[in-house]
């Protein structure tokens, strides 16, 4: 199996963009990271695109508009984790032989308001057992139960995100934040206030990857998609699908443990991370199913101060979802762009000292969880 390396990098900046539809910010996005690969329309076999929202063949409409079509082109759904299916999908590809420069880009327009789902049935959505503010409160309250989580945590969570977005000019949100604010936004569902929430929007995110030359560039270690297991009332699949069972091992878990064999590393290998923070809690959780402290440990790892930026392990330097928003298709990719630049050493006022080994998580709707492991 060859090794993949990621030559290129592009971003449309996350927000709202009345003016632009989703195929133009898809074509700045694929446009930035040709350009920077030193690819030229015609110099990738195949390309895979990652979105939930955009409708029919919606990469084909972006490399259309590129002339850059007449190679395969796949549309990829897997909710917020679209774009690290995409990845796994070409990674393989070229490991295997099959391409030598592959194209992955992912977009999204989201609509305003609570983010709706045809994947679950309308008794669910009209109980808040969707995703939605009452099913992540929910899961909330279960982490404080659990791991010692308080509402002071989920404040400092976006205190520390909000402070990392400050420095991200692609970011939707760059104000610095106090735990007063936070705790004095609307409260929407006990115990999550509103800007413990992140907010879904417009952007985009593309990648080229390539076979791996000898040049030390960044490469793509591990890139795994794994699905739910049924059985937890409040998993990160469907909520009330099941039993309480506290003994199911998560998906993001699951994602995690062939990542860590995939790429040879651990947690404690990794320098820099990025991972889902749907919501302040979800970050927290995130902590505990990547293996980044054990079961219960969230609160204490967020106290010893160990994933701000000068912290052990910083996590989110982009300032996550809770800075940037989250267009669903462009959400992975998204990191592995920042993720790219942590290890290239561009990552300018936000840039992790000596990052060598990075990851990327999101969890997507269904569910689906990638974590893709980035090296140098």
Known sequence: MRAVEIAGIGLHPFGRFDGKTVTEMGVAAVRQALADADVDRRGFQAAFCGTAYSGVAAGHRVLDALGATGGPIVDVEAGCASGGAAVMMAAAAIASGQYDTVLVFGMEKMPKGIIRSSFFAPWQEEAGLSPAPAYFALRAQRLMRESGVTKD????????????????????????????????????????????????????????????????????????????????????????????????????????????????????????????????????????????????????????????????????????????????????????????????????????????????????????????????
């Open 153 to 376: 945590h989920l404040a400092d969570v976006v205190v520390k995100n909000r402070g990392n977005g400050v420095h991200n000019p692609d970011a939707m949100f760059r104000k610095e934040a106090t735990a007063e604010d936070v705790l004095a936004s609307r409260l929407v569902c006990e115990p999550l206030h509103l800007w413990m929430l992140c907010s879904p929007n417009e952007g985009a995110a593309a990648l080229v990857l390539r076979a791996a030359s000898t040049s030390g560039g960044v490469r793509v270690a591990a890139a795994a998609l794994r699905s739910h297991l049924p059985g937890n009332v409040l998993s990160e699949a469907t909520p009330m699908s099941g039993l309480v069972d506290d003994d199911v091992t998560p998906a993001t878990t699951l994602a995690a443990d062939a990542a860590y064999a995939q790429a040879g590393v651990g947690p404690d290998d990794l320098d820099v991370v990025e991972l889902q923070d749907t919501d302040a809690a979800r970050e927290l959780l995130s902590y505990e199913e990547l293996g980044l402290c054990p079961i219960g440990g969230a609160a204490k790892l967020l106290d010893e101060g160990a994933t701000r930026m000068d912290g052990r392990l910083p996590v989110n330097p982009s300032g996550g979802l809770l800075s940037k928003g989250e267009p669903l298709g462009a959400s992975a990719l998204g990191q592995l762009v920042e993720l790219t630049r942590q290890l290239r050493g561009d990552a300018g006022p936000r840039q992790v000292a000596g990052a060598k080994a990075a990851l990327g998580h999101t969890v997507g709707r269904g569910a689906n969880a990638s974590v893709v492991i980035l090296t140098r």
